[in-house]
């Protein structure tokens, strides 16, 4: 499965982004898709998973109610509606895609290449 993450960019306090996650090759039918973000000198930190099956979404409360995590099954993408962006936002935004339906990174086994978010105050 490879994954190529995109939308990143530089946006100010209050505003919005869409990152775009299209995946390619082998595709899962079970399993979940997520968004995970690492800021400088951070480690990588969950921010939302959508499972596959049902499409259940869950998200970190830091970014409950400004995230959406969707997806178009017909284009194999996933994205994440940001809105109401804080500075604290500001990190590089990984997508992943593993079996299981959770919020540690480990239980992903594919990740996207990054995309720059930055929120400036």
């Known amino acids: 499965v490879q994954l190529q993450a995109s939308g990143g960019g530089l946006v100010q306090a209050g505003g919005s982004l869409r990152l775009s996650c299209a995946a390619s090759g082998r595709t899962f039918s079970s399993g979940s898709m997520a968004w995970f973000r690492q800021a400088p000198g951070k480690e990588r930190e969950f921010v939302a998973a959508?499972?596959?099956?049902?499409?259940?979404?869950y998200y970190a409360d830091s970014v409950k109610g400004r995230f959406t995590i969707s997806r178009d099954s017909a284009k194999n993408t996933v994205y994440l509606q940001m809105s109401s962006l804080k500075p604290e936002d500001t990190a590089v935004y990984y997508c992943a895609v593993g079996p299981v339906y959770g919020t540690r990174w480990s239980q992903y086994d594919y990740w996207g290449q990054g995309t720059l978010v930055t929120v400036s105050s």
């Open positions: 959508m499972r596959r099956s049902g499409g259940y979404t």
